[in-house]
């Protein structure tokens, strides 16, 4: 997804910074990228590139140096594609301002064509466009603030947007309508950007614009304003993590080492909520659920975070015997839910600023629905809109392909299991001592997957696989399927094993790549059978079992869990998939960490 950032001073160079900050954006996934900077009158000068940000850095020559005015962006093509034209800064007719956009202009053709009969001339086939020609429209070169005023009742959509002017070079004027966009206070210097991470370096101190607000940031001021133009103040808070915690300590991906991670941070999201064989409710927000009398749970999420919410709905049905839907968000606030009383709405989100979750949230709660969200990104957007919130404390995960954000969301959902079933009478205080386990657990499993290396090497000459399981390992089976077709960019279905006989069973022939997943020790003997199928039409199976499985197995390539009761194993399951993903796409040698046309936060529906 785009990221923005923008650097004002008093006096000073904004282009390294600018550069710099653009590279720490880079994990939010990008297509184009580009600069503009404003001197002391003049016009702006702007480059701008399409592809990795190195392509940029060979152009940057052409930008005059000890300006302390910019803005810069990473682009993630939404309207028109990725080109050097379509990269974000544009700029209005005479190149006077210059601006910076994430997330879409709804309104965007009548604007342009608004603008064309007025006499504007348009170079790209973004919708970006039009905000520096409707501030030109509106006297920005003459009132940065001003025309961003006017123009703001103007647009309709999504979105967050900087500005500048040749003009006026001590101002950034930034809006936030739904994009995030976070100020860094430093000393005769402020920054703007999509997130804290691009001026850690810089600055600890930080605010977070809300919706609808309006900032004028100059270097030594940030004064902040509705749309309306009725000041309003941002508490200023401290950033707490360390950027070192996202770069990628000595690994040669991302990827690989928030994989490898995961048993650190499912201690991280244990603690204070699991102590000994109970789980602290307050921790989980459970008296709060009491309150609203919840008696059915909708799940929202997407992609990955939705895999999790089935794990979740398995787990919480199993256990505590409540009923829980799971919707794609993308469908779910399009489908006109029926949201009958008592039942809570649960979002599920790493990055806290997916645009269709968001926009379920905002529709239960205009249905009158509580709202209770698993969230990673702290101080996101979804953690503020929702009316209660749980971290699921993954720290940033820098990968598009999520690893980390997963495991502890399926965490943070077998102890909001565990603490609904023994509210409801049936507690499991042998499942809630054993969670303290799993981190242990999960170190062993990783020393045990040495051979996963080579069995990928197998995988990655070919151009489509299945993925079967039943229950648990179904839904397990789902996220296998999903991490391999995003980063190896190989063809994957996942089936319910019992499924396959009813049509997919067809496709399958000599060599045809299976992967089973059977932890699900009282479906294990089903789906050996649903294994002995495919295996006598010749498919090539790996399987991931449950060690304590006294079956042979009929396979080619089989990894052996040591795994607890099936009811945790899930978390421990998913790291072989992930990691059977992971070096599939290495021997494909394919961008682990960026993949194409994916981004990481996918702030635009
Ligand atoms: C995961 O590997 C994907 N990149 C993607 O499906 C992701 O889980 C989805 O876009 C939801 O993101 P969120 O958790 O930040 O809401």
Not at 36 to 48: C, H, M, P
Not at 58 to 72: D, F, H, S
Not at 352 to 374: F, K, N, Q, W
């Amino acid at each position: 997804m785009c990221g923005i950032v923008g650097f004002v001073g008093r006096q000073g160079d904004a282009l390294p910074f600018l550069f710099d900050g653009l590279k720490r954006l880079e994990y939010r996934g990008y297509d184009s990228a580009g600069i503009a900077l404003a001197g002391q009158g003049g016009t702006v000068s702007v480059a701008k590139a399409q592809g990795k940000l190195a392509v940029l850095e060979g152009r940057l020559g052409t930008l005059p140096r000890a300006v302390p005015l910019g803005i810069g962006h990473t682009r993630w093509a939404t309207h028109g594609r990725p080109t050097d034209v379509n990269a974000h800064p544009h700029t209005d007719c005479h190149g006077q301002i210059a601006t910076v956009h994430n997330g879409i202009i709804e309104n965007f053709q009548e604007l342009r064509a608004e603008l064309v009969a007025q006499g504007h001339r348009f170079v790209s086939e973004t919708d970006s466009e039009v905000i520096p020609h409707l501030l030109e429209a509106y006297g920005g070169d003459r009132d940065l603030l001003g025309a961003v005023r006017e123009a703001e009742r103007r647009l309709r959509g999504a979105y967050a947007f900087l500005a500048i002017a040749a003009s006026q070079p001590d101002r950034i004027v930034a809006v936030r309508r739904s994009s995030p966009l976070v100020i860094g206070l430093g000393d005769g210097v402020n920054y703007v950007a999509s997130d804290v991470g691009a001026f850690l370096p810089q600055t600890r101190r930080a605010l977070v614009l809300e919706n609808g607000d309006v900032a004028l940031v100059t270097p030594e001021t940030v004064e902040i304003q509705t749309s309306e133009g009725t000041a309003v103040h941002r508490a200023p808070f401290t950033v707490d993590w360390d950027m070192r915690q996202a770069e990628r300590g000595g690994y040669p991906h991302f990827m690989l080492k928030e994989i490898m991670e995961q048993p650190q941070v499912w201690s991280d999201c244990l603690l204070g909520r699991v102590r000994g064989d109970h789980i602290e409710a307050g921790e989980l927000g459970l008296p709060w659920v009491q309150r609203k009398d919840v008696r059915r749970l909708q799940i929202v999420a997407a992609g990955t975070a939705y895999h999790a919410g089935l794990i979740g709905k398995a787990l919480i049905e199993r256990l505590a015997r409540i009923p829980v839907d799971v919707a794609v968000a993308s469908e779910f606030r399009y489908q006109h839910p029926v949201l009958e009383p008592g039942t809570l709405v649960v979002a599920i989100s790493q990055s806290g600023e997916t645009a269709d979750t968001l926009a379920s949230v905002s529709l239960a709660r205009h249905l009158g629905a509580p709202t209770y969200a698993i969230v990673n990104a702290v101080g996101s957007t979804l953690a503020r809109e929702s009316d209660y919130v749980v971290y699921t404390h993954a720290g940033p995960e820098i990968a598009v392909a999520s690893t980390k954000a997963y495991t502890t969301q399926i965490l943070v959902l077998t102890m909001l299991a565990l603490e609904l079933a023994a509210e409801r009478g049936r507690p499991r205080a042998d499942l809630v001592r054993a969670l303290w386990s799993l981190p242990a657990l999960g170190e062993q499993v990783i020393a045990s997957l040495a051979s996963i290396v080579e069995m990928a090497r197998r995988l990655a000459g070919e151009r489509d696989v299945f993925y079967i399981g039943r229950g648990l390992d179904y839904a397990l089976a789902m996220e296998g399927q999903l991490k391999i077709k995003e980063i190896a960019y190989i063809h994957a279905e996942a089936y319910p094993a019992g499924e396959l006989k009813h049509g997919t069973l067809a496709l399958i022939e000599e060599g045809t790549p299976v992967v089973a997943v059977v932890t699900d020790r009282a479906m294990a003997e089903k789906t050996l059978s649903n294994i002995l199928e495919v295996k006598a039409r010749g498919a090539e199976v790996w399987a991931v079992v449950d060690g304590a499985l006294p079956h042979d197995w009929p396979v080619d390539h089989l990894i052996r869990l040591d795994l607890p009761d099936p009811l945790l194993s899930p978390v421990l399951t998913a790291i072989p998939l992930q990691l059977l993903a992971y070096w599939t796409a290495v021997h494909r040698g394919q961008d682990v960490d960026q993949p194409r046309n994916l981004a990481k936060s996918v702030t635009v529906e």
